[in-house]
């Protein structure tokens, strides 16, 4: 049951970490969850669609007190771990001095209900059902997007290294460009992912076992790792490993790591779309089998690799770099825009203390001209206006008889 709800979700796996940041909370929500016989029982009876509409969420205030409770415990906790990481972020921000409305702030995390921080709800499966399936769903994706970005800041910042150099030293730069690419482009033949060749291969190398006795039931069972009837992303991309070695070694300055977890994640998705047939970002047994009996797994294609595929087109190039332009100019402007508030504030305070001294020279002048005025007039000045040390004599009392 708890692998049919982390289906629902779009998890991968008791045991492995989806990469959201509220993954923990997830999980813990979920396996207390699978812990209610009532709600183990209607999730076998709702299917995937009712489940994402949210009919399965209404179920929750049929389960138990103690797993209610529980639940609310859990609410609590990562109410106050997200208000934390807000108040840690306003004091990386310096705003450490300005009065946090956590209320607002909470609402930018759409799989609780921040207006009931108490109590786990309806509402609260509901939306941690449905942000989990949307963020997973557009998870790859944006890891796809932040290569992309990655590929074009790498060829951004060597093109503008080039512009320091002179023309020879440019071009023995750009000759070993090239020659790093021809060596890392001459590797062993890359087996098609999933296919029959690539698994026999890692059951031959990886295995030990002999590629002549090689079977598709043994194989599942020995690579599904935590024993629950499926692969998982984990589980499958670990399958490829043999084949990435082909392409990448973390010793060679021609070869890039973060391409090679790049080059994985094609892979695996690659096997998810050709394998996955009910689209639960997990491979069955029955999936499996299948699949290894379809002609693309017995006969398949060459496998492009990322050196065969750039990750970007010219015009997405051409958007990047008018991109960092304009970054480029957005922060010049603002420090252009902090220096003449600097240098406003400096000549504020430079007239704040041109007054100051007019001021004090006023005060003088009006304190010297009362002193001349009692002395032309000949009355004794007051003790405030006399000099500094001299003090006015104090009156005679004779006892007359």
């Known amino acids: 049951p708890l692998k049919e709800v982390m289906i629902i979700v779009g998890l991968l796996g008791v045991s492995s970490d989806t990469g959201l940041h509220y993954d923990r909370y997830l999980r813990e929500v979920i396996d207390f969850l699978e812990k209610d016989q009532h709600f183990r029982e209607k999730l ?43 108040k840690a972020k306003q004091d990386l921000e310096g705003g450490n001095d300005i009065a946090v409305d956590h ?7 759409e799989y609780l209900n921040h207006m009931n921080p108490h ?8 939306r941690l059902i449905k942000s989990a399936t949307k963020d997973l769903e557009n998870f790859d994706k944006e890891r796809h997007e932040e290569f992309k970005k990655y590929e074009m800041l790498k060829e951004h910042d060597r093109q503008e290294h080039l512009k320091t150099l002179d023309e020879d030293e440019r071009r023995k730069e750009e000759e ?31 295995d030990g076992l002999d590629p002549e006795d090689f079977d598709p039931k043994t194989f599942f069972n020995l690579h599904d790792t935590n024993g629950d009837g499926f692969f998982d992303d984990q589980e499958l991309e670990a399958l490829f490993t043999k084949e990435l070695e082909k392409i990448y070694d973390p010793t060679n300055e021609e070869d890039d790591m973060v391409e090679m977890e790049e080059e994985r994640l094609r892979m695996r998705e690659h096997v998810m779309n050709e394998v996955d047939s009910n689209k639960d970002r ?35 190039m051409r958007e990047f770099e008018e991109h960092l332009v304009q970054q480029e100019q957005d922060l010049n402007q603002k420090a252009v825009d902090l220096q003449k508030q600097r240098e406003e504030l400096e000549r504020q305070q430079e007239q704040l203390n041109s007054q100051k001294i007019e001021l004090q020279q006023v005060r003088s002048e009006h304190h010297e001209q009362q002193h ?6 000949g009355l004794p000045q007051t003790h405030q206006n006399l000099p500094p040390g001299h003090q006015e004599a104090a009156p005679v009392h004779h006892n007359l008889p």
């Open 44 to 86: 076998h009876n709702t299917d995937m669609e009712d489940i994402k509409q949210g009919k399965l969420a209404k179920e929750l205030d049929f389960v138990s007190h103690h797993v209610r409770t529980k639940l609310d415990e859990l609410k609590r906790q990562e109410v106050s771990r997200l208000r934390t990481l807000i």
């Open 103 to 109: 209320q607002a702030l909470l609402k930018q995390f």
């Open 119 to 126: 109590t786990f709800e309806v509402d609260d499966l509901d």
């Open 176 to 206: 070993h460009f090239e020659e790093m690419k021809k060596k890392h482009a001459d590797h062993p033949k890359v087996n098609h992912p999933g296919s029959q060749n690539q698994l026999k291969e890692v059951w031959e190398e990886g």
């Open 282 to 316: 997990l491979v069955s047994l029955d999936e499996f089998l299948v699949a290894t009996k379809k002609k693309e797994f017995l006969e398949p294609d060459s496998w492009e690799t990322l050196e065969q595929n750039q990750a970007y087109t010219d015009e997405e």
């Open 372 to 377: 001349e005025d009692l002395a032309q007039q």
